[in-house]
T-cell receptor, first 115, second 117 residues
Framework: AQTVTQSQPEMSVQEAETVTLSCTYDTSENNYYLFWYKQPPSRQMILVIRQEAYKQQNATENRFSVNFQKAAKSFSLKISDSQLGDTAMYFCAFMTYYNFNKFYFGSGTKLNVKP | DAGVIQSPRHEVTEMGQEVTLRCKPI?????LFWYRQTMMRGLELLIYFNNNVPIDDSGMPEDRFSAKMPNASFSTLKIQPSEPRDSAVYFCASSLSQLPDSNQPQHFGDGTRLSIL
């Protein structure tokens, strides 16, 4: 069974600083995908970044980047130059190659960006 | 496009009552998903459809939960009878692609906040 763990229920960061959100997962699969989703107070779910397990290079999307450690089954999200609009719940998610569209989500990390 | 539309936005009802949540996916999207979000368990996938056919309902918690997709533009999630532990935010999402990425993301609705008293 696949599980996703986010051990930080809540975090705070000052505007313009950098913050890292942690995510670990457990799977026996070798090929899979990892995602970070952002959920602002509006409750919309927004895809932030995606990582394919077969790629060694860490994915980046503007101020968002990941540190993917396959052996350690770790997938952390780094937000650089934090902005007030980054305040949201962040969910880490996992999907296998062989079961597309079945997501396994972590319980979420609430990020507060302070002015 | 209006995006994924869910109704109602909020629902408060007494335990034992039947609850029906509704979802209109984005036109042309082949996949539709129902999720439940709670503080304790985070976001859970309940069921998803491909071309109106249920593909995987292993996340549906109990027989009290059922979901249908009678056509490509409408889906319902029904709870009968409802219980207080069903209180959560229920999301519907749709996607065109099997694998979401920044160009083909999975689009979520605004969710229905369900409170069972």
């Amino acid at each position: 069974a696949q599980t996703v763990t986010q051990s930080q229920p809540e975090m705070s960061v000052q505007e313009a600083e950098t913050v890292t959100l942690s995510c670990t997962y457990d799977t026996s699969e070798n090929n899979y995908y990892l995602f970070w989703y952002k959920q602002p107070p509006s409750r919309q779910m927004i895809l932030v970044i995606r990582q394919e397990a077969y790629k060694q290079q860490n994915a980046t999307e503007n101020r968002f980047s990941v540190n993917f450690q396959k052996a350690a089954k770790s997938f952390s999200l780094k937000i650089s130059d934090s902005q007030l609009g980054d305040t949201a719940m962040y969910f880490c998610a996992f999907m296998t190659y062989y079961n597309f569209n079945k997501f396994y989500f972590g319980s979420g990390t609430k990020l507060n960006v302070k002015p | 496009d209006a995006g994924v539309i869910q109704s109602p936005r909020h629902e408060v009802t007494e335990m034992g009552q039947e609850v029906t949540l509704r979802c209109k996916p984005i036109s042309g999207h082949d996949y539709l998903f129902w999720y439940r979000q709670t503080m304790m368990r985070g976001l859970e996938l309940l069921i998803y459809f491909n071309n109106n056919v249920p593909i995987d309902d292993s996340g549906m918690p109990e027989d009290r939960f059922s979901a249908k997709m009678p056509n490509a533009s409408f889906s319902t999630l029904k709870i009968q009878p409802s219980e207080p532990r069903d209180s959560a935010v229920y999301f519907c999402a749709s996607s065109l692609s099997q694998l979401p990425d920044s160009n083909q993301p999975q689009h979520f609705g605004d969710g229905t906040r369900l409170s069972i008293l």
